[in-house]
Nanobody, 117 residues
Framework: QVQLVESGGGLVQPGGSLRLSCAAS????????MDWYRQGPGKQREVVAT???????YYVESVKGRFTISRDNAKNTVYLQMNSLKPEDTAVYYC???????????WGQGTQVTVSS
């Protein structure tokens, strides 16, 4: 059974930091590209950051310089370090695993991040 379990969300003041984790099980983790998506109130879900199986990273423009995605294949875990958080970063953050060569994709259940004073 495949599971992606996010953790690390919460309430933080503007300018603060959080680190999200997504622990994967039931998949050959190292072969998957891993994404973090988010969906804010009244907004469409958007990709925030991607890390390929080879370790290349990509970010949406709005988080460049503030967020860092990383992975630990030994722990089957992907992280999202979020610094200098802004109220507009408030959203449910989702972990997404995909392996295009096998047409496989999986979603986590999401973790709430609220940035407010």
């Amino acid at each position: 059974q495949v599971q992606l379990v996010e953790s690390g969300g919460g309430l933080v003041q503007p300018g603060g930091s959080l680190r999200l984790s997504c622990a994967a099980s039931g998949i050959a983790f190292s072969f998957y590209a891993m994404d973090w998506y988010r969906q804010g109130p009244g907004k469409q879900r958007e990709v925030v950051a991607t890390i390929t199986s080879g370790g290349r990273t990509y970010y949406v423009e709005s988080v460049k310089g503030r967020f860092t995605i990383s992975r630990d294949n030994a722990k089957n875990t992907v992280y999202l370090q979020m610094n200098s958080l802004k109220p507009e970063d408030t959203a449910v953050y989702y972990c997404y695993a995909n392996r295009r060569d096998r047409y496989l994709e999986y979603w986590g259940q999401g973790t709430q991040v609220t940035v407010s004073s």
